[in-house]
Structures are given as C-alpha cells and as structure tokens.
C-alpha cells in the first residue's frame, strides 16, 4: 500500500505541473502576443514619426496624428468610464511641441478601490484594443468582404473548440489572402485605406505615461490572476479551459493586429526608404 505521504506528494506534483502548464499556455497566447503587438506598433511609431520629425520638422507628426491621437486618447475615454475613474479634462487633439504630447486624458480614482486600481492596468493598454476596434470599422467600411472572411474563419475555428497556432494561422492568411484579392493599387480607396492603417496603429501603442500609470493596475491583476491558476489547479482544472469561450473574439483581434502590423511594417519600411532617398539626394 502507498503511503498517503507520497500520495499526497504525487498529487501535489500533478497539481503544480498543471499550474505550470496553465501559466505557460495563458503567458503564450494572451500575454505574449499583446506584448510583441505593442512592442512592434511602437517601435513602427518611434522609426516613422523620428525620421519624419527630423527631416520635415515636429509638425509632421501631425500628418498622421490628427486621426491616431483622437482615437487613442478616446479609447482611454472609454476605458475610465468602464472602471468608473472621474475624468477631469479631456484632449483629444492638442498638439504641444514644448511637451512633446498630441492629446491627453486627466483622470483620477479612489484608492483602495481593488477595481479602480486594476482598471489602470486596461486604461493604459486601451489604445490597443481601441485601435483594433477602429481598424474593424474601417476595415469593414471599405473592404467588407474581408471582414466576413474573418468572421468565417474564426467562427470556423471556434466551432472547434481548440485553441491552436493553426487555427490562428489559417484566420489570418484567409482574411489577407482576401484583403490581397480585393484590393486594387490603382484604386485611390486602397491609398485612403493605408494611410488610415498607417494613422490608426502609429498612434495605437500605449505611450511610456500610459506604462507607467498602468503598473500598480498591473500588479494587482497580476496577484488575481496567479490566484486564480491556483484555485484552479488545486481543484484538478486549468484557468486554460475557459479559451474556447473567448477564442472568436481573440482571434479577431490577433487577426486585425496582424493585419494592421503588417501594412504598417510595409509603409514604415517605405517610409524609411524614401527618408533614405531622400538624404542621399540632399547630400549630392
């Protein structure tokens, strides 16, 4: 016979394996990707917005600013009104070239509010989502046929129930494949509807205020979400399970993410290009 001693450590191995597979899957699917899409919108940001400053002064930033800067600091709006924080003053377009800033949000909380505090954490990455959402409505403005092809698609892969890289693969190259055969370079409507990519993500990364208000939100959602691993565990389940739930939802935002990285990469790249030519020509 076992003794209960070493049943009880096998059990509480099988637990922490568990809760070690649940973390890894939840820090890989959800934390990772939104991480890598932040990164990546903000280094686009910093690389275009840099070279137009410098060669055509601080004003350039206002080519694409006047349509990111309202959408993001709207998301940030929209966001304390979902955690109840009191706004006290509302830019959405201001330009300040002696404080480096396009628009502003004021807002402030209760402390001691478990809710208010972790809505912090959303406040700040609010852009990201508000940015996805207005990419969904432009997108489905001007392109409608690609829209329902990811519709389709994540639909169809919900219908699975079973989250894998395949299932976000094949979303997102049907909904561009679909994108590539609809749209007509000659077509000023596909011009409009890059420039719009191009406003809506090089203003769509939570901006280093937004990080750093964010942090105690953070942390507080942080020991949440530990704790929840653990209950879970403990009970023999994996806070994993509830992926499928939510999967049409996630892959419709990682596929208009994906969308919007890779035509802001491209026009970033053009960007550089032309900034690059341009430098040369001046040099000569």
Not at 87 to 113: C, K, M, Q
Not at 154 to 181: D, H, I, M, Y
């Amino acid at each position: 016979m076992t003794p209960p001693i070493l049943l009880l450590a096998d059990l509480f191995s099988e637990r922490l394996l568990l809760f070690a597979q649940s973390l890894g899957a939840q820090l890989l699917w959800v934390f990772a990707p939104l991480g890598a899409f932040a990164l990546l919108f903000h280094g686009i940001e910093v690389l275009v917005q840099r070279r137009l400053i410098q060669r055509f002064g601080w004003n350039a930033a206002l080519w694409t600013g006047w349509i990111g800067t309202p959408i993001h600091e709207a998301s940030h709006v929209v966001a304390c009104w979902l955690f109840a924080h009191e706004i006290e003053s509302v830019a959405l377009f201001a330009p300040d070239i002696n404080e480096g800033r396009l628009g502003y949000v004021r807002h402030t909380y209760h402390r001691g509010s478990w809710w208010q505090e972790a809505g912090n954490f959303f406040i700040g990455i609010a852009p990201l989502f508000g940015g996805a959402t207005v990419l969904l409505l432009v997108t489905w403005a001007m392109y409608p046929q690609v829209v329902e092809t990811l519709f389709a698609n994540a639909s169809s892969q919900a219908s699975s129930l079973s989250l894998e890289w395949e299932g976000v693969r094949t979303a997102a190259t049907a909904t561009w494949n679909s994108f590539l055969t609809t749209f007509q370079p000659t077509s000023p409507k596909f011009w409009l509807y890059l420039y719009l990519v191009l406003c809506i993500t090089l203003h769509a990364a939570p901006s280093r205020s937004d990080y750093h208000g964010g942090l105690r939100g953070g942390a507080i959602l942080l020991g949440l979400w530990l704790s929840l691993n653990v209950v879970h565990a403990a009970f023999g389940i994996s806070l994993s399970d509830w992926f499928p739930i939510f999967e049409p939802l996630w892959l419709l935002l990682i596929t208009l993410l994906s969308l919007a990285a890779v035509v802001a990469t491209i026009v970033a790249g053009a960007v550089y290009l032309a900034t690059f030519v341009w430098d040369q020509l001046r040099r000569a």
